[in-house]
């Protein structure tokens, strides 16, 4: 099973709109962290925010923001009137602190934002 | 400026060869990972380093290899036993390990080299 899940695989949207990339994982852990990054088409991923499991205050961050929700196990990304420096694909990932087997990290397959002018 | 350099951009094998990528960091971190990206697909680990003379292998170590001598270098080789290894590398690190397994700290990616095989 998929421990990360973004579920839109392509998105448009036009200049100005509001967009919202959705992440949705899966662990049994009380103790893990979430991030999201940006891949712009240079192709270098650009760490955006991380967030642990104990935190569930929603950040701002200019145009970005972030909703942690344990209760749906979900950590959306806004993006409010929205540029075209934001095309890029988002990638959210799961960071999971394993005493005894290891920590694990584990990334979404991505959601790729187009902004048309 | 503090950051984590690959080399080179772009690669062009042929079939058969060993090609080496490199990858370089002054953040003065601890772990260092590999990661291959394929066209229109997350990201998959190939091996990850927690200390210096360390590595483990990650979920497709098959036809990779890697060393550890230095803090800052994590080097992979992709070998001919590696069937289809047209893709994107990106290399990452984060600072600290814990005790086991991949650190939880925030991992920090180079820009990528693009391997092609002809």
């Known amino acids: 099973a998929q421990k990360v899940t973004q579920a839109q695989t392509e998105i448009s949207v036009v200049e100005k709109e509001d967009v919202t990339l959705d992440c949705v994982y899966e662990?049994?852990?009380?103790?893990?962290?979430l991030f999201w990054y940006k891949q712009p088409p240079s192709g270098e991923l650009v760490f955006l925010i991380r967030?642990?499991?104990?935190?569930?205050q929603n950040e701002i961050s200019g145009r970005y923001s972030w909703n942690f929700q344990k209760s749906t196990s979900s950590f959306n990304f806004t993006i409010t009137a929205s540029q075209v420096v934001d095309s890029a694909v988002y990638f959210c990932?799961?960071?999971?602190?394993?005493?005894?087997?290891?920590?694990?990290?584990?990334f979404g397959t991505g959601t790729s934002l187009t902004v048309i002018p | 400026d503090g950051g984590i350099t690959q080399s080179p951009k772009y690669l062009f094998r042929k079939e058969g060869q060993n090609v080496t990528l490199s990858c370089e960091q002054n953040?003065?971190?601890?772990?260092m990972y590999w990661y291959r990206q394929d066209p229109g697909q997350g990201l998959r680990l190939i091996y990850y380093?927690?200390?210096?003379?360390?590595?483990q292998k990650g979920d497709i170590a098959e036809g990779y290899s890697v060393s550890r001598e230095k803090k800052e270098s994590f080097p992979l080789t992709v070998t001919s036993a590696q069937k289809n290894p047209t893709a994107f590398y990106l290399c990452?690190?984060?600072?600290?390990?814990?005790?086991?397994?991949?650190?939880?700290?925030?991992?920090?990616f180079g820009p990528g080299t693009r391997l092609t095989v002809l």
């Open positions: 967030r642990n499991s104990f935190d569930e």
């Open positions: 990932a799961l960071s999971e602190a394993r005493k005894n087997t290891g920590n694990q990290f584990y």
């Open positions: 990452a690190s984060s600072r600290g390990t814990s005790g086991g397994g991949i650190s939880t700290d925030t991992q920090y």
């Open positions: 380093s927690q200390i210096v003379n360390d590595f």
């Open positions: 953040l003065n971190h601890d772990a």
């Open positions: 662990t049994r852990d009380t103790t893990y962290y």
